[in-house]
């Protein structure tokens, strides 16, 4: 049997086949290598130098509430997107500017509490976008008005002189009756019901105004016949009455229309405000545009507010003052209801 050789052999052994390994590999080999290395390098190094381009990625905005996508409202979800398909939007980050925490990802969900301008910050690597938007207070949809209840006097519309006769009006909704009865002398009542005697024959007017309001005042024509004689217990009489006039039916009421508002946008609406400084324009210019309501709210620099006609009358003549921009918001007719104006504070100084 051979001896086993000792440890110490094996390794001066090993390190004599070293060089004999490095010699007879082929260079072709290494020169693969060392290629594929200095390419690897090369292209993690472009991947990390060359710039974002920012311009791909966009601010949307959505709020399932909202009407009009020029303002949204308080206590309201609003949906933040970053506009971007071919990268991962999962580590953007998102500022409100309201006090709250910035949140990653995208789409994201906020609710503002509190009215006034927000500028939205949307950040990734070296690239940063902004996006302004007004928070309003919720605007309460207005009670749908209710129908016109055109009263009905309920009576005769032919008696006799010196008979009783009784007339009343059952009208839902109604707290209040004037009764006016025009004969020799004007009488009033003020019940649902009431009793009354002509005395003299000819067309009487009889009258009703319910609940104080004169929209609400109608009239009958009442026709009064000569007394009855008193037939004598030998030979009596009945007379028949005449039929009854023909009343016509009274048409339904008109309901005014509600006018749309001529459209403009909040570049044209500065303008005619420079127009109002330089004298060239007055308040009533803008009447079209407010629907005719000269005391809407003016928030300036969303700090000071005032009716509209309030700030046109302040910066007439006032050419040192220096709008930078407008914001309008608007109705479903189109009528500017809201108004916010920044304005440069420097210039403004000894005006306001």
């Known amino acids: 049997m051979a001896l086993r050789n000792s440890e110490s052999e094996y390794l001066v052994n090993t390190r004599h086949l070293r060089p004999h390994i490095i010699r007879y590999t082929d260079p072709l080999v290494w020169y693969t290598f060392f290629f594929f290395l200095l390419a690897s390098l090369i292209l993690l190094g472009f991947q990390l130098t060359i710039p974002e381009d920012c311009t791909l990625t966009t601010i949307r905005i959505r709020q399932e509430q909202s009407i009009h996508q020029s303002a949204y409202t308080t206590d309201a979800v609003i949906t933040f997107y970053a ?3 071919d990268a991962n939007v999962n580590d953007y980050t998102w500022n409100f500017n309201d006090s709250s925490q910035v949140v990653t990802g995208s789409p994201v969900y ?4 509190h009215p ?30 209710s129908p016109v209840i055109w009263p009905v006097i309920e009576g005769p519309a032919t008696v006799f002189a010196g008979s009783p006769v009784t007339f009343r009006n059952k009208t839902p909704g109604a707290i209040s009756w004037q009764w006016q009865l025009v004969q020799d002398n004007v009488v009033s009542y003020t019940q649902a019901t009431f009793t009354c005697t002509f005395t003299t024959p000819g067309e009487k007017i009889v009258s009703l105004m319910i609940n104080g309001d004169t929209a609400h005042l109608v009239t009958k024509k009442i026709t009064v016949y000569p007394a009855r004689a008193v037939p004598s217990k030998e030979k009596q009489r009945v007379l028949p009455l005449p039929p009854p006039p023909v009343i016509p039916a009274m ?7 509600v006018a749309e508002a001529p459209p403009i946008s909040a570049d044209d609406f500065r303008s005619l405000l420079v127009q109002v ?3 060239e324009k007055s308040t009533a210019d803008f009447l079209p545009y407010l629907c005719n309501n000269l005391a809407i709210s003016v928030t300036l620099n969303d700090k000071e507010t005032a009716a509209f006609s309030h700030f046109c009358a302040r910066i007439y003549g006032k050419k040192k003052l220096h709008i930078t921009k407008v914001y309008l918001l608007k109705d479903d007719h189109g009528c500017v209801t809201a108004i916010r104006i920044t304005y440069d504070r420097k210039k403004l100084l000894g005006i306001f």
């Open 251 to 257: 048409p339904p009421p008109i309901l005014p229309t």
């Open 116 to 145: 006034g301008h927000y500028t939205v910050t949307l950040s990734h690597n070296s690239c940063s976008w902004t996006k302004d938007i007004i928070i309003t207070p919720p605007v309460e949809k207005a009670a749908a008005p």
């Open 277 to 279: 400084i330089n004298k």
């Open 83 to 85: 506009n971007r398909t």
């Open 110 to 113: 906020h609710i503002f509490h």
